[in-house]
């Protein structure tokens, strides 16, 4: 039997600049300012339209073809900046592109950000999982840092450098007993 | 999420109709999945609340985040499409468990017939299924045979009928009707002698697919599990099962190394029976090379004293007349019919001193052999029996005895269980006398061929196994009572002191014992008289099976198998017992084809015959028959994706495979045709016995080789990576380039060498004349380390030895499940592999002797040769 292969990203909108359209007091730590929620219209539609502007812009018309067929979001958080795309598995490199190329959310939204691609699976439920792992590595990460009054710690700077497949090494051992920590994969993590 | 067009529901040529209207499940279905797998997720402005960001907000909203994907995960899995019949364990699927759930579990089956509804799947029973376009002519066929078989009994009877009328009119008018004979006495058949037996007409049903082959007795059983020989392929003239259809390469490894058993259908061996005087089978058997290589103390000697009275087994090599040691013809086991012991003296068995009447008393003998030299020995022992003065007559006895072979830990258990000696099915048995097999055999249970005394035997008188089927798991002896007693019967082995005559060499017995097995339809109605949940009453017109049970260790602790001899047609009803029975451990007997038997023999490290023995009259036969086999495998490829012989490159400028690549080509061992006499005669090497073999290889004996072109079986291991493939070519290491066999030599792996080298070794520099003399040490020390062997593929690889150093091929050659590595069964040409005399006089040879069991291994289309060892085979 032919199975359609696919290969599914996990995304995450950044906001380097300036937490949008919500009211920040000074306090807020970095942490959190850079998770920043997006705004409510930013719906599935915009996200889509986003990816196939910037295919077309770069790979132009064929690249476009390519990834039309299979192009789906299977799950959009704007509170918390987080989706998960599916794409046809020989050219999902071109939606990583696109993703990684763009600067700003499109119209309706229309704010400056960075959309990083941490981790392409083969499958939705791997996808998920490392989803979980990342929420609840942010949930201690911002708590730590509102402790230690919002300083710009190492973790950003390990977060943002954290970049595809990569697995991030927990910062705390509370949560490694999390169901999607017992990757193998969790020694091989690069930071450089 | 479209619902199938209904329109379609009255074309008669859909395969599935569509569902009902009124029940239609389908779209619910998807409604259903497209929920699960939908991942919910919260707005932004219901998560922060007044456009206000911060940590308790921010902690929050990844929490749900958290909750929501983890729902996801376990919703999409609740719905996976994993259908019933998929839960059931994989040996246990059936493929019409898909159309039936009839066929299913009981646990599973509410859940597939829901399932059923669901997906539209339309239950199939084989009875109403409509036949195919070739059924339906078999079927119509079938339909006019039986009319006219009908019809023309009908008019058989009435003839019949007829003629029964005159008759009775004849005697009324003559005198009294002669009485017929209260008890039928089985006439004794007159056997021919000496002529080879026809296998048993089959049913008329099976007559026509067995014109050229003959069907094992469980062939019906073995065709529905296992693949067959192709129909006009017979494997020696029989239809065998070749390896079961599921796929078992590894479980077969388990059952017969670490837990249950294997057992096969073997009754293709052929069976030869002897008839004569003890001096007269003695010769016989000499002559064929019986204890040929012991000095004395062998088969003939003392030791083989147990043999001779029937109690022990012997299994070795058969040669042709007067050959040992060429020419050999098979592996066999001999067996000998113990004596019928008198009455009154049962000391004459322990002594030598019989009385003189004794040695007149004819014996009986029973050669079993493989199938494939069964022709060559046949004609060999008919020679010999008429030359034995007495003569002893030979008898086939390939259809009457069949047999069942049955290896792994838990053999015993299964064998125990299902045969039960006649006297113990009778009553209790007294517990202090052990001198009889029955006694004996149900302490057997937990023994293995390996933890009794060597090649021991058992005959006695089996009940009809379908009385107790299915059969039910024995109770292994717990008690220390017990256990002290199977001690004492391991050790001292009574059945030697007692030698009793087994009943399955009478003819009488075997066909009286096949003629009284009940119908199966009797058996069931016995069955269901019987009380529920006891097995039905014997009845003094019971078969008695006779039965011989023999078990032979292999090379392992494991290896060991168990032999039973049955009359031809009891096999089957014993088969089918074997197969159910329950094992201790769980699960049941597993049984095997011909790969399996092979592939047993090869993790044993063991050769298998015929295929591992070339230069034997069966092994290039079957060589033979291999290499067409892989030559039409190879012309099927096409071109550009089958191994180019002519352009392999070999190194060193040569070019192109040695000899044939898809064969084990020994003509080319032999020496190399001079332009001189141009017609090459075909060279036929000889196989030779081990024992003399290990003497020859050792350099131990001092004649010369005899006979010339001799072959050795040997083992191959390898020292590096590797798996050799049958076919692969074994050369020694090279004798005329030095240079080469030094840098071969390399290649052993040393103890420093193992060592996974995790840095570069710094560059070495030599010190300065006034550093401390450790580090002068040191420096030499390094420049005299052995090199690490270069790797496959780098440059500095050696390459093969020329073809002068080939000696020899591998037969069989794959991954060995039971080392973990690749290794082989080859076999060598002697003359090449033989330590010359002067070095065994030598006194400091011994690197010299280990490099002789060196040897390179290079797979046929491959250039690359991997370093192995051999050691000779069993």
Redesign the interface.
Same mark, same amino acid.
């Given at each position: 039997m032919v199975r359609i292969k696919h290969r599914y990203l996990l995304i995450n909108i950044l906001y380097p600049s300036k937490?949008p359209?919500?009211? @920040?007091?000074d306090d +807020?730590?970095d942490v +959190?300012?850079f =998770? %920043?929620? @997006?705004?409510?219209n930013f719906e599935t539609g915009v996200l889509l339209r986003m990816i196939k502007e910037g295919v077309n812009e770069l790979y132009g018309d064929y690249g476009l073809g390519m990834i039309a067929g299979s192009l789906k979001i +299977?799950?959009?958080?704007?509170? @918390?900046s @987080?989706a998960i795309i599916r794409v046809s598995r020989d050219h999902y490199r071109l939606v990583w592109t696109a993703l990684t190329m763009a600067t700003r959310l499109p119209k309706p939204v229309d704010l400056p950000c960075v959309i990083q691609v941490v981790r392409t699976s083969g499958t939705? =439920?791997k996808a998920?999982?490392e989803?979980?792992r990342r929420?609840?590595a942010? +949930?201690v990460r911002?708590?730590q840092s %509102?402790q230690t009054n919002g300083s710009v710690g190492i973790d950003i700077l390990r977060d943002f450098n954290l970049v595809g497949r990569y697995h991030q090494p927990s910062p705390a051992p509370n949560i490694r007993d999390g169901p999607t920590n017992h990757d193998s994969s969790e020694s091989e993590v690069q930071i450089d | 999420m479209s619902s199938t067009t209904p329109q379609s529901n009255n074309t008669s040529s859909r395969k599935r109709k569509a569902p009902i209207a009124g029940n239609n499940h389908r779209p619910h279905k998807y409604a259903r999945l497209n929920n699960a797998r939908k !991942?919910s997720?919260?707005? #932004?402005?219901?998560? *922060?609340s007044e456009?206000?960001?911060?940590?308790d907000k *921010?902690?929050k909203?990844?929490?749900?985040? !958290?909750k929501?994907?983890?729902d996801?995960?376990r919703k #999409?899995k609740a719905v996976l499409s994993q259908r019933a019949f998929q839960d059931v364990p994989k040996d246990l699927r059936r493929r019409t468990a898909s159309h039936n759930v009839k066929w299913i579990p009981k646990r599973l089956r509410p859940r597939a017939a829901k399932e059923m509804v669901e997906d539209n799947t339309p239950t199939v029973t084989a009875r109403r299924r409509k036949p195919s376009t070739h059924q339906r002519l078999r079927l119509e066929t079938a339909k006019r045979l039986q009319k006219l078989s009908v019809k023309s009994k009908e008019r058989r009877q009435e003839k019949k009928a007829q003629q029964s009328e005159a008759e009775v009119k004849v005697s009324v008018e003559g005198e009294e009707p002669k009485q017929a004979s209260p008890a039928l006495s089985v006439c004794k058949p007159r056997v021919k002698m000496a002529t080879l037996k026809t296998a048993p007409i089959p049913k008329a049903k099976f007559k026509k697919r067995q014109i050229h082959k003959t069907w094992l007795p469980t062939h019906l059983w073995h065709s529905k599990r296992a693949h067959m020989t192709p129909p006009k392929e017979p494997l020696w003239r029989f239809a065998l099962p070749l390896t079961p259809t599921a796929k078992c390469y590894r479980t077969t490894h388990r059952a017969t190394t670490q837990r249950g058993a294997v057992a096969w259908d073997m009754s293709y061996m052929s069976t030869i029976g002897l008839d004569g005087p003890e001096k007269s089978i003695e010769g016989l058997l000499k002559a064929l090379g019986v204890g040929a290589d012991g000095d004395g103390s062998g088969a003939w000697g003392k030791s083989g004293l147990k043999w001779r009275q029937g109690t022990r087994t012997w299994e070795g090599w058969l040669h042709e007349r007067e050959e040992w040691p060429a020419k050999r013809i098979a592996p066999a086991t001999v067996i000998w019919n113990a004596k019928t012991q008198p009455e009154e003296d049962v000391l004459v068995a322990k002594g030598e001193d019989a009385p003189p009447n004794k040695s007149k008393e004819n014996r009986k003998v029973s050669i079993r052999v493989h199938p494939a030299g069964f022709m060559q020995l046949w004609e060999q022992v008919i020679r010999l029996g008429k030359v034995q003065k007495p003569t002893v007559t030979v008898e086939d006895l390939r259809f009457e005895i069949g047999s069942i072979e049955i290896s792994g830990p838990n053999a015993a258990e299964a064998l125990v269980g299902i045969l039960h000696p006649e006297s113990l099915a009778k009553g209790g048995t007294d517990m202090g006398n052990l001198d009889g097999a029955h006694d004996i055999w149900h302490y057997l249970s937990n023994q293995s061929p390996s933890s009794l005394p060597p090649n021991i035997l058992l005959a006695f008188e089996a009940s009809d196994p379908r009385l107790r089927h299915p059969p039910r798991t024995i109770q292994s002896p717990a008690d220390l009572d017990t256990q002290k007693r199977i001690r004492q019967i391991c050790t001292t082995w009574p059945l030697d002191s007692n030698p009793r005559p087994a009943t399955l060499f009478e003819r009488s017995n075997r066909l009286k014992s096949q003629r009284s097995l009940p119908s199966q339809k009797s058996i069931n109605r016995r069955k269901t008289l019987a009380d529920p949940g006891q097995y039905p009453k014997s009845r003094p017109n019971d078969p008695k099976i006779p039965t011989l049970v023999f078990a032979s260790r292999g090379n392992t602790a494991t290896a060991g198998t168990w032999t039973i001899l049955l009359p031809w047609k009891c096999i089957e009803p014993v088969w089918r017992s074997l197969m159910y029975y329950p094992l201790a451990i769980g699960g049941s007997v597993r049984f095997g084809g011909v790969r399996e038997k092979r592939q047993i023999a090869f993790e044993s490290g063991s050769a298998w015959f015929p295929g591992d023995f070339p230069g034997t009259k069966a092994g290039d036969e079957w060589e033979l028959q291999e290499k067409v086999k892989r030559k039409a495998e190879w012309e099927k490829r096409p071109k550009g994706r089958r191994v180019e012989w002519d352009s392999l490159d070999l190194g060193m400028g040569r070019k192109g495979e040695i000899g044939t690549g898809w064969a084990c080509d020994w003509q080319i061992l032999g020496p190399k045709p001079t332009e001189a006499d141009a017609d090459v005669k075909e060279i036929f090497f000889e196989s030779l016995p081990r024992s003399f073999a290990a003497q020859l290889v050792a350099g131990k004996s001092t004649e010369s080789i005899h006979p010339p072109h001799a072959l050795i079986t040997v083992e191959i291991t390898m020292i590096t990576k590797g798996v050799p493939q049958t076919c692969a070519r074994i050369y020694r290491l090279p004798t005329a380039n030095i240079d080469l066999r030094a840098k071969w030599l390399a290649q052993v792996p040393t103890p420093a060498s193992k060592r996974p080298s995790v840095k570069k070794a710094p560059t070495l520099r030599r010190p300065g004349a006034d550093a401390p003399l450790a580090e002068h040490k040191g420096y030499a020390a390094a420049l005299i380390m052995v090199a690490t062997p270069s790797q496959v593929g780098s440059a500095d690889y050696p390459p093969v030895p020329d073809e002068d150093d080939l000696i020899g091929f591998v037969t069989t050659g794959k991954f060995n499940l039971g080392e973990g590595k690749g290794s082989g069964i080859a076999s060598l040409l002697l003359e090449k592999v033989v330590v010359p005399n002067t070095l065994v006089s030598g006194e400091d040879h011994t690197a010299l002797k280990k490099e002789h069991t060196l040897c390179i291994v290079r797979d046929a289309g491959q250039s690359i040769g991997r370093l192995a060892k051999w050691e000779l085979a069993l």
């Open positions: 937490a359209n919500f009211s @920040t007091k +807020i730590p +959190i300012q =998770r %920043a929620p @997006t705004p409510d +299977i799950y959009l958080s704007a509170p @918390t @987080t939705i =439920r998920e999982e989803a979980i929420a609840k942010s +949930i911002s708590k %509102a | !991942i997720s919260q707005t #932004s402005d219901k998560a *922060f456009g206000n960001l911060n940590v *921010f902690v909203a990844r929490e749900y985040e !958290i929501a994907l983890e996801g995960l #999409s």
